[in-house]
């Protein structure tokens, strides 16, 4: 028998962002599990491009929880951070003698869970 508490989690969701999944992964699984303040502080400092996207759904996902479940910012941390892949732009470069190179560019959806602790 296992005891469950009942714990609010409130998520935010940035879709159709101009990123690669592979690039946002890689800052997610950096802040993952951190206290919302140190989660800030980690993007704020970070050097790419990504973190200021994560850090507006972040921002997002805390004002959810406060106005919304009534939680405190203070106490909060991330409980979920994972980016899925969107659809994929198809564009064309012209090349050489008149051929023509396919260009994809991705696109992902940022999904940020947060909970109290």
Do not use: W
Request: aromatic letters at 8%; proline letters at 5%; hydrophobic letters at 35%.
């Amino acid at each position: 028998m296992s005891i469950t508490k009942n714990v609010k989690e409130t998520k935010a969701v940035g879709k159709y962002i101009r990123l690669s999944p592979h690039k946002v992964r890689r800052v997610l699984d950096q802040i993952r599990g951190r206290k919302y303040q140190e989660a800030l502080i980690i993007l704020e400092f970070m050097p790419y491009r990504v973190c200021s996207y994560i850090k507006q759904i972040l921002e997002s996902a805390a004002a959810n929880a406060e106005h919304n479940d009534g939680l405190n910012k203070s106490e909060l941390f991330i409980s979920k951070a994972f980016a899925d892949k969107g659809p994929t732009l198809k564009r064309f470069q012209p090349r050489a003698q008149g051929r023509a190179f396919p260009i994809h560019k991705p696109t992902c959806h940022i999904t940020l869970c947060v909970s109290e602790l």
